[in-house]
């Protein structure tokens, strides 16, 4: 079972656009959500992560939006540029005193940003 | 600072062989886990570790064993490697499973 959702799989902008993917969860006990990007040969890296207290938060051209009562958040590349060009996982975990809960991780949506 | 160390890179094995894909870090990080990267299906973990001594099953577990006798190091084993098993294999560390993890950048596993 499936219990974060990505989409799209796949997703081409062009350069100074807007990139959005989008990601949905089931468990209402997750609240930690962190955005990775990976490029080819690499690992993962954290880009951005938001806990339910707020609906959004920015860093720089990247933003999370939060939609708790819907269960679903997002990442808005804005200005896209080719450099952004890479997999971006969206992930969920819960919170607990030990902080030993496990992420979940979406199935990755490869993003290429075309001049 | 090294951060999260995999080695080998890149390793082909036979179907029934055995290895060991070694994870180390040198960030003093508590939780350390590995994870499988297969097309179309994210980042799934295997197993994981909350200190040393201390390890856990994670979502795909089977064929697969980890110890955990420092703080630094995390080491896979493959007991008898099948072809499903091939895939990328990716180590991570952070100070707790709610916080940002730590990759390292990944072993490629063929199994022929």
């Known amino acids: 079972q499936q219990q974060v959702k990505q989409s799209p799989q796949s997703l081409i902008v062009q350069k100074g656009g807007i990139s959005i993917i989008n990601c949905a969860y089931e468990n209402t006990a997750f609240d930690y959500f962190p955005w990775y990007q990976q490029f080819p040969g690499k690992g993962p890296a954290l880009l951005i992560a938001i806990r339910p207290d707020v609906s959004e938060k920015k860093e720089g051209r990247f933003t999370i939006s939060f939609n708790k009562s819907a269960k679903q958040f997002s990442l808005h590349i804005m200005d896209s540029q080719p450099g952004d060009s890479a997999t971006y996982f969206c992930a969920a975990s819960p919170s607990s005193i030990s902080g030993n809960e496990k992420l979940t991780f979406g199935t990755g949506t490869r993003l290429t940003i075309i001049p | 600072n090294a951060g999260v160390t995999q080695t080998p890179k890149f390793q082909v094995l036979k179907t029934g062989q055995s290895m060991t894909l070694q994870c180390a870090q040198d960030m003093n990080h508590e939780y350390m886990s590995w994870y499988r990267q297969d097309p179309g299906m994210g980042l799934r973990l295997i197993h994981y570790s909350v200190g040393a001594g201390i390890t856990d099953q994670g979502e795909v577990p089977n064929g697969y064993n980890v110890s955990r006798s420092t703080t630094e190091d995390f080491p896979l084993r493959l007991l008898s490697a099948a072809p499903s098993q091939t895939s990328v294999y990716f180590c991570?560390?952070?100070?707790?499973?709610?916080?940002?993890?730590?990759f390292g950048d990944g072993t490629r596993l063929s199994i022929l």
């Open positions: 991570a560390s952070s100070r707790r499973g709610d916080q940002p993890q730590h």
